[in-house]
Structures are given as structure tokens and as C-alpha cells.
């Protein structure tokens, strides 16, 4: 009786032991500092739902993807990563998630190139994009920063570089019905970036963003680039709604996802089924509503993860 219960006792430890790590490892508790590492590479700041990312270009300077419509989170970002100047501005559509505090962000910080797709437009309004000489209004094909490389200064151990995948010029080529909600995520600027190794022990890094791309255009994307997206890092597109679908994860097939999301969000984002898509696959997951801030990094130990809190 004594080793049977010994042996009950001993199954039950284990049973906890599993059930704790299933625990840990769903929640992806990444280890917290209260300012972002000396040579992060990439950081998908805290914003609610919404997204924002940073892209490092300098000590101090970094391009900003989206900025999310709360800007005390942006800036709480900004501040975390040690970052005082931007080098440009890049958004992917035009919902207020993603572009508002896009006239914030342009007041406070000295005219930075303004980046869009050509879809971009703000109906009844005057477009932010309107504000400043230095834009440019990518299409499929196109490289950013483009100016450095049509002149030959761009080197690839020194600065990121993305390649826009989608959208098309074309707006009819654009799922969904024109000027609509999904049309207007459908026109989401993708962008695969190549990002350089900041100092001695890292690697260089690719990103695969996507915007609020949902699954029709997604498949038109992966059609017509013939699935060549493979990328370390995907930032999950629409914040991990159903919608999204899951081939652009099959086709970069990530190391590591981000989701960008709002604690308590109504839209039920990230969904179940991206969730159990991920784990089956055995990709690490990184969530702004469980971890804050996220900061990235390479060594010879692989992508490494900081988190806000």
C-alpha cells in the first residue's frame, strides 16, 4: 500500500509539474527589465489594441511601424527603448489602431519621412500624409529605404532594409469590396525586413509584417510571390483574429510570432485557433497583453525576448 501510494503521490508531482510548464510556456513569461536592451534589434511596443513597432537604425533612432491610437503608450515605448529621433514613419492602413497618433507623433518629432501605401487615404479628413514633403506611397516590389539604394550607400551590415510584398498598385487586385473595412485591411502594407547585427555576437534578423492582412489576401500575396516569405520572426497579422488565417505562418514558417493586442480586448483577438496553430507548430509566442513591451535581440543562442512587464 505504501509504495502505491508512494508511486499515486509521485504521478500526481508529475501531473502538476506538466501542467505547470503547459502553464509557463502558453504564457511566454519573458523575462521583464525596466528598459528595453543596449542592442535590441526590433521592439513591438505595448499600445492596447493596437500595433506599433520600432526598428532600430542608430543608437538613439529607430523607423516606427504604426503608431497605435493611444500615444502615452507610444511614448512610454519610445522611452523604454531609448529612443529620442525617427527616422521615418511607416503605416500599414488606414484604421485608428494602426495610424492614430500619427499627427501626434508628427508634431513631436521633427517631420520624419512618412511612409503608406498608395490605398492610404483618410475620407473626410485632411490626410496626415498631406502634412509633409518627405513621403512615399509603396507598392509591391518596392524597397525601403529606397533612396540609399538606387544611390549605392545602402550596406546590409549597417542599416534594415524591407522589401514590400503586397499591396499591388492595382486596387482592383485588393480582396473585398472597395473602401470597406476588409478592403482597407486587405490593402495593408507587408513588409520582410532585414535587419543587421547591432554588435559582435549577434546575427543578422528577418520580420515578416502584415498589417491587418486577412486570409483571401494573404492567399493572393503567397500566390503570386510563390511562398517565398520565410522570415525568423512573423508579426501575426490583425492581431490574431480568425480572419487572419494561418498561411502566412505555414509560409514563413517563424522561429518566433508577435501579437500585438489589448488586455481584455471585446473582438475576442488573439482567437483560439491561431493560438492552438502556433503551439502545434511548437512556434514561441510574444504578446503585448501578457508581457508589455517586447524587445528583440540575437546571439548565438537564438532570438532572445525582453519583455516591459
Request: proline residues 5%; hydrophobic residues 40%; aromatic residues 6%.
Amino acid at each position: 500500500m505504501n509504495r502505491r501510494k508512494n508511486k499515486s503521490l509521485v504521478d500526481l508531482a508529475l501531473i502538476v509539474l506538466v501542467i505547470g510548464l503547459a502553464v509557463f510556456l502558453l504564457h511566454n513569461r519573458w523575462p521583464a527589465a525596466n528598459r528595453a536592451p543596449d542592442h535590441w534589434q526590433w521592439i513591438t511596443c505595448d499600445v492596447g489594441q493596437g500595433d506599433a513597432h520600432l526598428i532600430r537604425t542608430g543608437q538613439r533612432s529607430a523607423y516606427l511601424l504604426d503608431t497605435g491610437d493611444d500615444y502615452s503608450a507610444l511614448t512610454s515605448c519610445l522611452d523604454w527603448a531609448g529612443v529620442d529621433q525617427l527616422e521615418a514613419v511607416l503605416i500599414t492602413h488606414a484604421h485608428s489602431d494602426h495610424d492614430g497618433a500619427l499627427q501626434q507623433v508628427q508634431g513631436d518629432f521633427a517631420q520624419p519621412t512618412l511612409v503608406t501605401s498608395p490605398h492610404y487615404s483618410r475620407q473626410g479628413e485632411q490626410s496626415p500624409v498631406m502634412q509633409g514633403a518627405n513621403t512615399y506611397r509603396l507598392t509591391e516590389g518596392s524597397v525601403f529605404p529606397a533612396e540609399s539604394v538606387t544611390a549605392g550607400r545602402h550596406e546590409a551590415a549597417s542599416q534594415p532594409l524591407g522589401r514590400v510584398l503586397w499591396p499591388p498598385e492595382q486596387a482592383q487586385r485588393i480582396p473585398d469590396a472597395a473602401g470597406s473595412s476588409s478592403w482597407v485591411n486587405n490593402s495593408s502594407l507587408v513588409i520582410h525586413w532585414s535587419l543587421p547585427a547591432r554588435e559582435t555576437g549577434q546575427r543578422p534578423l528577418t520580420v515578416l509584417t502584415t498589417g491587418d492582412l486577412e486570409a483571401d489576401a494573404a492567399h493572393r500575396l503567397l500566390a503570386e510571390s510563390a511562398g517565398q516569405v520565410p522570415a525568423d520572426v512573423l508579426k501575426i497579422a490583425h492581431h490574431g483574429s480568425a480572419g487572419s488565417g494561418t498561411d502566412l505562418i505555414i509560409a514563413a514558417s517563424p522561429s518566433l510570432a508577435l501579437i500585438s493586442v489589448g488586455t481584455g480586448n471585446s473582438y475576442g483577438h488573439p482567437h483560439e485557433s491561431i493560438l492552438s496553430f502556433l503551439n502545434r507548430r511548437s512556434i514561441s509566442t510574444a504578446r503585448t497583453d501578457l508581457s508589455g513591451h517586447l524587445a528583440l535581440t540575437t546571439s548565438d543562442r537564438g532570438i532572445e525576448v525582453t519583455a516591459s512587464g
